[in-house]
């Protein structure tokens, strides 16, 4: 049987709308996983039952992430917060790593892992890093890797990937910025912003700061090494 894999959607501030890109969908579908995508619940017992039904998540990319989730203000460059989907998606990853089950997170899914795990982030690297930075939104297509990420040896996205540099998309303002135990940095871009963390006390908890979901349109070979490593490991859940 496929692995079930529960995906956050997105929403708008109204919250009319549940929904989430294609890619996403097509990318846990191309390595084999059964996507199942998840609305927002917000009671204790939903939240515990979605937690045990699915066997692994994933976490998608979207709006800004709720700074007081992290015991700061809202700096001027914060975009569009989406509070609900914050609680939800933090919540429900806790109760993940609690049952060691797999998680991957993509972009403000890599931030949210990261605020999970009682790190936390920049609101605005551009405001808010004191140094000159790569252009971390890119104007090119999705799909085109527009700089690269140097990969830390031995770890989790080294042996998906098997490469120690990767060319990643890169479509983002915010990023992580602590990351304590038990997640670490896997990756690295040259301007010193972070864009992989890991666990080292579970199977497979990864966050990735670019969109691989993506570059899969460009048959990205690292792209694909990652999907199937995550179902690979939903599958011996």
């Not at 045990?52 to 007081?68: E, L, N, S």
């Not at 931030?111 to 999970?116: D, E, G, K, P, R």
């Not at 297509?141 to 690269?148: D, R």
Request: hydrophobic fraction near 40%; glycine fraction near 8%; charge should be negative.
């Amino acid at each position: 049987m496929k692995p079930v894999i529960g995906i956050v959607t997105s929403t708008e501030t109204d919250q009319d709308v549940y929904a989430v890109a294609t890619d996403n969908v097509n990318a846990i579908l191309k390595a084999g996983g059964l996507p199942v995508l998840l609305p927002y619940f917000q009671q204790e017992e939903d939240l515990q039952e979605i937690a045990v039904k699915i066997d692994g998540f994933y976490a998608t990319g979207g709006y800004d992430i709720d700074p007081t989730l992290f015991g700061e203000e809202p700096h001027p460059k914060l975009g569009t917060i989406i509070p609900a989907r914050d609680e939800f998606e933090i919540a429900l990853m806790k109760r993940l790593l609690e049952m060691d089950k797999p998680i991957l997170g993509v972009c403000r899914g890599c931030q949210t892992l990261n605020i999970a795990t009682g790190g936390d982030m920049y609101q605005d690297i551009y405001s808010q890093i004191d140094a000159a930075l790569l252009q971390h939104r890119q104007n090119a297509p999705k799909e085109h890797g527009s700089h690269y990420v140097n990969v830390t040896k031995d770890s989790l996205l080294h042996r998906l990937t098997g490469k120690a540099r990767l060319r990643v998309n890169s479509r983002h303002h915010q990023a992580n910025r602590n990351v304590v135990s038990p997640m670490q940095i896997s990756g690295l871009a040259n301007d010193d912003v972070i864009e992989a963390i890991e666990s080292t006390a579970h199977r497979f908890v990864l966050g990735v700061q670019w969109h691989p979901e993506s570059m899969l349109v460009a048959d990205d070979e690292a792209s694909f090494g990652i999907y199937n490593g995550f179902i690979a490991a939903c599958v011996g859940d």
